[in-house]
């Protein structure tokens, strides 16, 4: 079929579609009338059982581990497919580093001190998870993306060690991993599959929510490798060789 | 059937800003120029979800949108003009695919 | 306008879509497809949103107030990363057939033979 053909055809799949959300979405409750039971549920006994203070967190890894479960694997899945794809083919050899040191020397100071601070914001996110708004993912992320400053800083002989493949793959199966033997653990002791077998602790404090804290940390682990992998296998393979192949 | 109008107006900023952002991003046909652009959009989307009273996806779209897409997209876009510069300069015998058989 | 959110939200799935159809280049069809995204996440958002509430952190708040539903949040905040994991996967394929094919174009890939 034509471009001209599939442009035709798209303006009535448009409405058709427009329509359909449009029935969709006026059958929900008005906008701030939120009537379901579960949300209020949650936001009641979510505190004096699982003693952790941001009730989405004690939802993610408790109430809704599984399905936290489920998305880890499937960022695991994609980052697998990427590196699949990538290491497959061709892969620029670092040569000459063309570009590397970027601007003055109070440009890479600025970046460099920002990566130890957005590094440090990043781990209190991912600690106090379950205390105040952050948690694993977020704070896993935001490591992951400082890290990245240090490539833009430093060229890629300061990047060096977070794109060693060696360091990186078994750090990440570890974070996925370890979520699982977690969840794991509460079935040897005869529970249902991630049961919260560690002792709460005092709500507000760092030392609650039992399990929680520890599916946390695997999950910012698992994230912030996933994500520097994602990143290292991204540079090597798209932007390296472009470096080098300015000088060539 | 009368419902209250419950938008604070700040609410209805908000969303006034993401519904102008996404046709803005979607009508920018340069990757290069659009992954700015999405990354504007990310923060209007930020915006959105503080007023909204959800920090924990704010703090998760902060990062991602102004961290992990603007390089996975730049990467992408200097590989893809990268790589059409290498064959303009390559000329035309090299602008068949590619069967070495490196695959 | 109590029904404001859930139709930006459903003008912006169509305008991704939109997007997507009528994109000439795969890396601008892959961004279109992160609009299309993120009007889930407002949706979502908007569902569990309650007038009046506050975010569902209790530090220093008794766990009874009226707080917003926190089980989308939980879907949003960690639907938001693995997106990128996954448009990352489609840039790399998008990449992979630029380099067999010659061209970003989509409506040029459809003449790559095995």
Same mark, same amino acid.
């Given at each position: ?24 979405? &006026?059958?929900?409750?008005?906008? !701030? ?7 209020? +549920? ?74 130890? !601070? ?24 935001? +490591?992951?993306?400082?890290? /990245?400053? /240090? ?36 079935? &040897? ?35 912030? +490798? ?15 060789? /472009? ?6 | ?17 993401? #519904?102008?952002? #996404? ?54 876009? #200097?590989?893809?003009?990268?790589? #059409? ?19 | ?25 795969? $890396? ?13 996440? $407002? ?72």
């Amino acid at each position: 079929m034509s471009r001209r053909g599939r442009l035709a055809l798209l303006g009535p799949a448009l409405l058709g579609l427009g329509a359909l959300l449009g029935w969709g979405v &006026a059958g929900l409750p008005a906008f !701030g009338h939120y009537r379901g039971p579960y949300g209020f +549920v949650l936001d009641r006994i979510v505190v004096p059982l699982r003693h952790t203070t941001n009730v989405v967190m004690g939802t993610t890894f408790d109430v809704r581990g599984v399905d936290t479960m489920g998305e880890e694997f499937i960022l695991y899945a994609a980052v697998l497919g990427v590196t699949l794809l990538l290491r497959s083919g061709e892969r620029g050899r670092p040569g000459r580093q063309a570009g590397e040191r970027l601007g003055t020397d109070g440009l890479r100071l600025l970046g460099v001190t920002m990566v130890g !601070g957005g590094v440090l914001v990043g781990l209190w996110l991912a600690a106090f998870g379950y205390v105040t708004p952050g948690g694993g993912f977020q704070g896993g992320a935001l +490591v992951a993306g400082t890290i /990245l400053l /240090l490539y833009l800083v430093g060229g890629r002989s300061a990047y060096a060690p977070f794109l060693a493949e060696a360091a990186l793959d078994p750090l990440e199966s570890l974070g996925a991993g370890g979520y699982v033997v977690i969840g794991l653990a509460a079935l &040897a002791s005869g529970l249902p599959f991630l049961t919260n077998l560690l002792g709460l602790g005092t709500p507000g404090s760092l030392v609650s929510g039992g399990s929680i804290a520890a599916l946390n940390w695997a999950s910012a682990l698992a994230v912030t +490798v996933a994500l520097l992998t994602l990143f290292a296998e991204f540079l090597e393979t798209y932007v390296v060789p /472009l470096a080098r192949a300015d000088e060539a | 059937m009368t419902v209250l109008a419950t938008l604070v107006p700040l609410q209805a900023v908000a969303f006034g800003l993401v #519904a102008l952002g #996404a046709p803005l991003v979607v009508l920018t046909r340069d990757p290069l120029r659009q992954a700015l652009v999405n990354g504007v959009y990310g923060v209007s989307l930020v915006c959105l979800f503080v007023v909204l009273e959800a920090p924990d996806p704010a703090l998760s779209m902060l990062v991602v949108s102004g961290i992990a897409y603007p390089l996975v997209l730049l990467a992408a876009i #200097a590989r893809v003009r990268g790589e #059409a510069r290498r064959r303009r300069r390559l000329g035309r015998a090299r602008s068949r695919p590619d069967r070495s058989g490196r695959r | 306008m109590s029904y404001l959110p859930y139709a930006v939200a459903a003008w912006i799935c169509l305008v991704g879509l939109a997007g997507v159809a009528t994109s000439r280049n795969l $890396v601008h069809l892959a961004v279109c497809l992160t609009v299309m995204q993120s009007s889930t996440y $407002v949706l979502l958002l908007s569902v569990g949103y309650v007038a009046g509430g506050r975010a569902p952190i209790f530090k220093g708040a008794k766990p009874g107030a009226k707080a917003v539903d926190p089980v989308v949040q939980a879907l949003t905040l960690t639907d938001v990363v693995v997106s990128v994991a996954v448009v990352a996967l489609i840039l790399a394929l998008a990449l992979d057939a630029h380099r067999l094919a010659g061209t970003v174009d989509p409506d040029g890939l459809a003449d790559v033979h095995g």
